[in-house]
């Protein structure tokens, strides 16, 4: 009656109408002492109330607890990720525990014939003769025994077929052979013995411990005495009784580069700087020299197009009065537009040059190191070197020789066919 009246009071308090019929059931006495139970007048928690909250948390379920996982189905292995590893080959290292023995024959397999594999993996004998074996027996028994032969005459009566079966000439040719082998064999014997002896007497003396000083120094004076009597000593002779030259000659410079100068003069040795020297100026002087060949085209080019060798001047310069013009004012206007042209083959060259010079200087003394090429200062030296008389008188001598007896100088000294064969045209890649 009390549990049906405790419940009754908490089905009221939670807000349900209980009652009888339509009336409501509040007025039960056993209804007001549970409310009063259950809640206080001073604002606390009943009596009831903390029983009622105390047996609803000792039966609620808690959902992280590990004993409610392992009920429910769950496993410690599950939330591991390292215990899932070792979970996972426990099944292989069940296998391998179980099957140990076979494992160890499919691994010992490998060096190992098949009747000593067959051998080992085959179960041991229990006392039983297996179904196999049995058959075996029957059968070798079945058949009868081979029949010795007395003195062995079935391999000489084989041998003796075989023989017969050979010729004359295939037995001595058989037998010539057998000896040629056999005497060849003694050859190398022979070789090889000679061979070990002389390299026993060769390194006797060598591997042989010398016991005294005394041996020592008997041992050397007669290797010197043999080296003496074969002549290896005779070249010796030229490095002894010559003067050594102590003497300085040059006052500028100090004594050790004087007798160093003079071993390299003794022994035909160049310093590279000098031969790295050499190559450089010779490519410089090729540079030049091409520059002032072009440069010479130019202006013969310039004069051919103005008729300068149309008629026979004695000079150039009555070549340009011819044209009201001074030599000067026409080496500037050839000058100029040469530079223009020459450009491409400055660009080309002088870096290359440089390269060089810079290599050289690395070497040289200080004193003869080279300066750098710069292209402004090699067009106007190639302007200086131009003689403009003698590039003139060339070119119409040259033209003079090659016209033919009778023909009018006029027609030929001017003609462009001619003009062509000159031999400054070759520097003309422009």
């Known amino acids: 009656m009390r549990r049906i009246g405790c419940d009754l009071a908490l089905r009221s308090i939670n807000g349900i109408s209980i009652g009888i019929g339509n009336q409501p059931f509040y007025s039960h006495g056993y209804c007001r002492s549970c409310l009063r139970r259950y809640s206080s ?51 292989d290292v069940t296998f391998q525990e179980k099957h140990r023995e076979q494992l160890s024959i499919t691994k010992g ?79 190398t014997d022979e070789i090889e013995k000679r061979e070990a002896a002389a390299f026993r007497a060769l390194y006797t003396e060598k591997f042989t411990p010398i016991g005294s000083f005394e041996k020592l120094r008997s041992v050397a004076d007669a290797r010197i005495e043999e080296s003496i009597k074969r002549g290896e000593f005779n070249s010796t002779k030229k490095l002894h009784g010559k003067k050594v030259d102590v003497s300085n000659e040059n006052a500028h410079l100090d004594r050790t580069t004087y007798h160093l100068n003079n071993i390299l003069v003794n022994q035909n040795i160049v310093p590279p700087w000098i031969e790295k020297q050499g190559s450089v100026s010779s490519d410089i002087a090729a540079f030049r020299k091409q ?52 450009q491409p083959f400055l660009n080309s060259n002088i870096p290359r040059l440089n390269s060089g010079l810079r290599s050289y200087n690395l070497q040289a003394p200080l004193h003869t190191q080279k300066l750098y090429l710069v292209a402004d200062r090699e067009l106007e030296r190639t302007r200086k070197s131009v003689n403009m008389d003698n590039l003139f008188a060339q070119e119409y001598a040259r033209i003079k020789d090659l016209n033919p007896p009778g023909s009018s100088a006029k027609e030929n000294l001017g003609s462009k066919d001619h003009s062509r064969f000159s031999l400054f045209n070759i520097f003309k890649s422009y």
């Open 109 to 187: 397999s490998v060096n190992t014939n098949k009747h000593a594999r067959d051998i080992a993996s085959s179960k041991s004998w229990s006392g039983d003769e297996h179904v196999l074996d049995t058959a075996l027996r029957m059968v070798l028994d079945s058949a009868p025994k081979a029949i010795p032969m007395p003195n062995g005459s079935v391999n000489n009566r084989f041998k003796n077929t075989s023989r017969r079966k050979l010729s004359v000439q295939d037995r001595l040719e058989q037998v010539q052979d057998k000896t040629m082998r056999y005497k060849q064999d003694l050859s």
């Open 41 to 91: 007048d001073n604002g606390e928690a009943g009596y009831m109330k903390k029983r009622l909250q105390e047996l609803s948390e000792t039966n609620t379920v808690d959902k992280d607890d590990p004993l409610m996982k392992i009920i429910h189905g769950g496993s410690i292995v599950d939330e591991s990720e390292p215990l899932r590893k070792i979970h996972g080959k426990l099944q």
């Open 291 to 342: 520059l002032v060949g072009k440069l010479e085209a130019e202006l013969l080019n310039q004069m051919r197009k103005r008729k300068l060798f149309s008629h026979a001047y004695a000079t150039v310069q009555d070549a340009l009065d011819s044209i009201n013009t001074d030599r000067d004012t026409f080496l500037d206007t050839c000058f100029r537009s040469w530079c223009k042209s020459v």
